[in-house]
């Protein structure tokens, strides 16, 4: 993949970063439009989701990104590749998540990653972190009952933040009460292989999408 020069963090609060991405034609972005689906929010240049889409052909992967360049480039390199069942989005998905996954086919969505999230250190900048309870609440509706939410980040503050706003919400269960030792999932980030490598702490967590009975609201 081509050395693409962007900024390292992106405000989403920004005027430019306002406008929801439109609904897309999903049976024009993949082949095989009923296979189940992993969203990755926040998938930078998306060599994770490519890694992974190579070996799981029965999968359909969807990166969304809010810095362009890395969209466009991961996209080419995608089509480059003829990988039918990976696609990648640039938008801000705190106010792009409902216009996009509404128009999904019902049950499609069955796994969300989270990985290594700008952390915006400053306590006056939480408001521009991905994780709020507006997007926990949003991907509750459209995960399927037994999807997964996999999350995980070296920032040890952000990682209990993204924990915390998912275990407040009645429709998630935590599959453990401590961190997670390993990664579950068959590829590991760019940044979580650069950490571990550093032998520093990554701290992960997993939240299984269940049945919610009015009790529980």
């Given amino acids: 993949m081509a050395t693409v020069r962007v900024r390292q963090h992106v405000n989403p609060l920004a ?73 990648y989005l640039f938008c801000n998905v705190n106010n792009s998540l409902r216009s996009l996954l509404s128009s999904l086919p019902t049950g499609t969505l069955q796994r969300v990653t989270i990985q290594f999230p700008d952390p915006w250190f400053k306590t006056r900048h939480a408001k521009r972190r991905v994780v709020q309870p507006e997007l926990v609440a949003e991907l509750a509706n459209y995960l399927v009952v037994g999807g997964v939410v996999f999350l995980q980040s070296d920032i040890e503050f952000v990682a209990v933040e993204m924990r915390d706003r998912f275990a407040a919400h009645p429709a998630y269960q935590s599959s453990t009460e401590e961190w ?20 520093e702490p990554v701290y992960r967590a997993l939240f299984v999408r269940r049945e919610v009975v009015n009790s529980d609201l």
């Fill in 180 to 199: 997670l030792a390993e990664n579950p999932l068959p590829v590991p980030t760019e940044r979580e292989t650069s950490v571990m490598s550093r032998g």
């Fill in 15 to 87: 005027n430019k970063y306002q406008t929801p991405a439109s609904p897309l034609e999903w049976e024009k972005v993949y082949a095989k439009l009923n296979q189940p689906l992993h969203l990755d929010i926040g998938c930078a240049k998306g060599r994770f989701l490519l890694d992974t889409a190579k070996i799981e052909p029965n999968w359909n992967f969807l990166g969304l990104e809010i810095r362009e360049p890395l969209v466009v480039e991961a996209n080419k390199l995608r089509s480059e590749l003829g990988l039918t069942n990976l696609h």
